[in-house]
């Protein structure tokens, strides 16, 4: 089993920048084994895959968010984090980390979720 625990501000304002980082516990965020990703879900809409990070530090966008995503890892402290900028309130939503075996938003294990509102 993977755990995984997502951490970072509930508010946001608008033009700045959301970071989350998913700490991973249980297995290292080096195995090839799976894929980690972000995906977020927005009030009242369906899950949206934002990007994912490979055990060996490939990284994966989403077209539409790729000019705004930025996701790294810090392998020492087994976590790897969301950076999102120039936020609005259209990425009012609650993000989540997930483990897969590919780049999508499809999971095997899922932390519990964390909500981001975009707000001045």
């Known amino acids: 089993q993977v755990q995984l625990q997502e951490s970072g501000p509930g508010l946001v304002k608008p033009s700045q920048t959301l970071s989350l980082t998913c700490t991973v516990s249980?297995?290292?965020?080096?195995?090839?084994?799976?894929?980690w990703n972000w995906i977020r879900q927005p009030p009242g809409k369906g899950l949206e895959w934002m990007g994912a990070?490979?055990?060996?530090?490939?990284?994966y966008y989403s077209p539409s968010l790729k000019r705004r995503t930025s996701i790294f890892r810090d392998t020492s402290r087994n976590q790897f984090t969301l950076q999102l900028s120039s936020v609005t309130p259209e990425d009012t939503a609650v993000y989540y980390c997930t483990a897969g075996f590919g780049a999508s938003s499809d999971y095997l294990w899922r932390g519990q979720g964390t909500q981001v509102t975009v707000s001045s």
């Open positions: 249980d297995v290292s965020i080096r195995t090839d084994y799976y894929y």
């Open positions: 990070i490979t055990g060996s530090g490939n990284t």
